[in-house]
């Protein structure tokens, strides 16, 4: 936590999030996140956009069904958050950031 | 409407010619036996077709069936999308009916996609929609440019997202999408409680075409139903058909294959009566035909039917025996009376009974358990004994519509089936209780005749289709050595049978004797007085004779005593010394 790196290193926070072309709630979800980053994971993270408009093959492998899709690939286990993460109460409690 | 925007396959469209001509609904056939004829040609084209019924019911399966025959058979791609199975589970599956999934996906005629959500995986944390769902969706119909999807089963969107309602918006933009792509669609729903449908409430945005699928047990006996309880645009069959899993996939058993056009046999089946082959012929049924046999109580049908049995179990082909009147052990030492051995058939695996009460469970469950034992066993004849026990548990149009899928059924198979019939006492001979006749191409009829104090069995052939019958009436008469057949007594403008007839041929006997006596007796009459006569005959020749000889005599002797006279004469003229020249001329001349 207390490590500021840019590049993903083991102990960095691996994320995906799916959109489905850049629409307003794309964008808002998206800002949402680098927010919520930058606050509480201080720059240990990497966040990979994937629209699906553009390669719609990658909705198989990750199940994605809604989207947006955030994606928690690191730390496993695996968590997804569906929305526009707007409610940050709830995206800290989906990413185990804030206990249950 | 799509259709117009993308020209439809294989189905041809009947353009309105004139204003206001009705333009016939497009159809996608399913492939599937029997649901294509309820549905009058197969699902809606380019509409999405709702699929409910409870778990077990072969819902995936009828979906299942829908796309691989369309990619198989009807050159239209297929996309399933899974929900509840993954694609491994879903191939070895289905594998067993001989599709094979893995070279379909490889020769991109189908793409298979498993879509599985976990509710406890998912944080939902602001708006969002299924575009994910979309889009998996459409670059597998784009991939293999399916003309038809699957979504099994959709619903189970419900248990794993949060959010009812942005669930079913989104589900409405879904089935508008589909619709849009012109894809024709087959959804599957879990039945819901208390008569719904499904249990979301899918209906509401399915609503062209639903199908109802349904697993019952009655009675200890499960039967699987297939209803088409809707189609909008078009007429379908609206009854509940019994429908059945086999080797093939799903059955479902219309009234009947409305083709009729099962190829027929030229070869001819034996009666096992010989004199009721020579009635038809000489050769007996066509093979594969349905016979009807009818009359009255213990007129001998089970005999009639037996003997073909008998006879198909003889050359060393299967036969299948539907009684349901009587246990196996009592028609086997029934006919072991009349000399039809049919233990030896069971016990060498040709003949097979199947009995049971018609009663013990309904229509369709007899059709199913026929169709089960004939797909399984394939004998080449069927007897059903009697089917006038049927009535009981159906009306009688019900029944009909029962045979008339049997009688299709085996026909399709080239099975020669016989029916027996009870006629009711009362009741008009050449009527059957079913009016099942026309669907019959021999009809037997057997006919109990009362007279001088006994019943005798008459038999004669109704009808035949394709053959030159006789006409005539036999008597008909079960003996220790199987079925005989007589020729009734016809004179005298009078028909006779039994003991009636006996004795009519007796008294035609001793008439015959009689005259054969009077005449021999006159014969011998005749004779008697010619020989009379040629003695009479006789005895006046021989005093003819007599006569003459009498005669010649007399003669010698006048002679004699001439002679003797002229000689005494000369000698007294020569004592006399009379004239000597007269006496000389005179005895000269003797």
């Known amino acids: ?100 | 409407m799509t259709k117009q925007s993308k020209p439809v396959r294989r189905t041809p469209e009947i353009r309105p010619d004139k204003a206001g001509a009705l333009k016939s609904l497009a159809k996608c056939p399913t492939g599937i036996r029997g649901l294509d004829d309820v549905t009058e040609g197969g699902l809606p084209r380019g509409r999405a077709t709702l699929v409910s019924g409870g778990a077990g019911c072969g819902k995936t399966l009828l979906a299942m069936e829908f796309v691989v025959r369309g990619a198989r058979d009807f050159g239209e791609p297929g996309v399933f999308m899974a929900f509840e199975e993954t694609e491994a589970e879903l191939a070895s599956n289905v594998a067993s009916l001989g599709f094979d999934l893995p070279s379909l996906i490889r020769r991109r005629k189908l793409a298979v996609d498993y879509v599985r959500i976990e509710r406890s995986e998912i944080e939902e944390t602001g708006e969002y929609d299924l575009e994910g769902l979309f889009v998996r969706l459409g670059s597998m119909i784009d991939e293999v440019h399916a003309k038809r999807v699957v979504l099994d089963t959709i619903e189970s969107l419900f248990s794993s997202l949060p959010n009812e309602g942005i669930l079913r918006a989104e589900l409405r933009r879904l089935f508008r999408w589909l619709k849009d792509r012109g894809v024709t669609a087959v959804i599957t729903a879990e039945q819901g409680r208390e008569g719904q449908l499904t249990r979301y409430g899918l209906e509401e945005y399915v609503s062209d075409c639903v199908i109802v699928l349904d697993h019952r047990v009655n009675n200890q006996v499960a039967t699987r139903r297939l209803r088409v309880v809707k189609y909008r645009g078009s007429k379908h069959g609206t009854n509940e058909y019994p429908t059945m899993i086999d080797e093939h996939g799903l059955n479902v058993l219309p009234i009947t294959s409305l083709g009729l056009c099962h190829d027929v046999s030229a070869r001819r089946v034996s009666t096992g009566v010989e004199r009721l082959d020579t009635m038809m012929t000489g050769k007996g049924y066509w093979e594969g035909s349905s016979i009807l046999v009818s009359g009255t109580a213990g007129a001998g049908k089970t005999s009639i039917a037996t003997a073909l049995v008998d006879g198909v179990c003889r050359r060393g082909e299967r036969c299948l025996f539907f009684s349901f009147e009587e246990s196996p052990d009592q028609i086997v030492r029934n006919m072991a009376s009349i000399g039809f051995d049919l233990n030896r058939h069971v016990r060498s695996g040709c003949l097979q009974f199947h009995t049971v009460r018609p009663t013990l469970y309904g229509l369709e469950n007899h059709l199913v358990t026929l169709h089960e034992i004939v797909d399984r066993w394939h004998p080449r004849a069927v007897v059903m004994d009697p089917i006038t026990g049927l009535t009981s548990i159906g009306e009688p149009g019900e029944v009909k519509s029962m045979l008339m899928r049997v009688v299709d059924y085996l026909k399709s198979r080239n099975i020669t089936t016989l029916f027996t019939s009870l006629t009711e006492g009362g009741a008009a001979l050449e009527k059957t209780d079913i009016s099942i006749s026309s669907l019959m191409d021999t009809w037997l009829l057997l006919r109990m005749v009362e007279s001088a104090g006994e019943r005798n069995r008459i038999l004669y052939v109704l009808k035949s289709r394709g053959m030159a019958h006789s006409n005539q009436m036999r008597e008909f008469m079960l003996t220790d050595h199987g079925i005989k057949l007589t020729d009734v007594y016809v004179g005298r403008g009078e028909v006779y049978t039994g003991s009636a007839r006996a004795i009519q041929e007796s008294h035609d006997r001793a008439d015959a004797l009689a005259a054969d006596q009077a005449s021999q007796r006159r014969m011998r009459e005749i004779t008697h007085e010619q020989l009379a006569l040629e003695a009479q005959v006789r005895t006046l020749q021989s005093r003819l004779a007599e006569l003459r000889q009498e005669m010649t005599m007399a003669a010698k002797q006048e002679q004699e005593r001439d002679a003797a006279a002229r000689h005494d004469t000369r000698g007294l003229a020569r004592v006399r010394k009379a004239d000597s020249d007269r006496a000389q001329e005179e005895g000269s001349d003797t």
Do not use: F
């Open chain 1, 1 to 100: 936590m207390t490590k500021a790196a840019s590049s993903p290193k083991p102990g960095t926070w691996d994320l995906k999030l799916y959109i489905a072309g850049y629409t307003p709630r794309a964008v808002k979800a998206l800002e949402n996140l680098k927010q919520l980053c930058e606050e509480h994971l201080h720059g240990a993270y990497s966040i990979e956009v994937v629209d699906l408009l553009r390669n719609p093959r990658l909705a198989r492998g990750d199940q994605i069904v809604a989207v947006p899709t955030l994606v928690r690939k690191l730390p496993v286990p695996v968590r997804k958050i569906i929305g526009d993460l707007s409610n940050r109460e709830r995206v800290l409690v989906g990413l185990d950031l804030r206990p249950r």
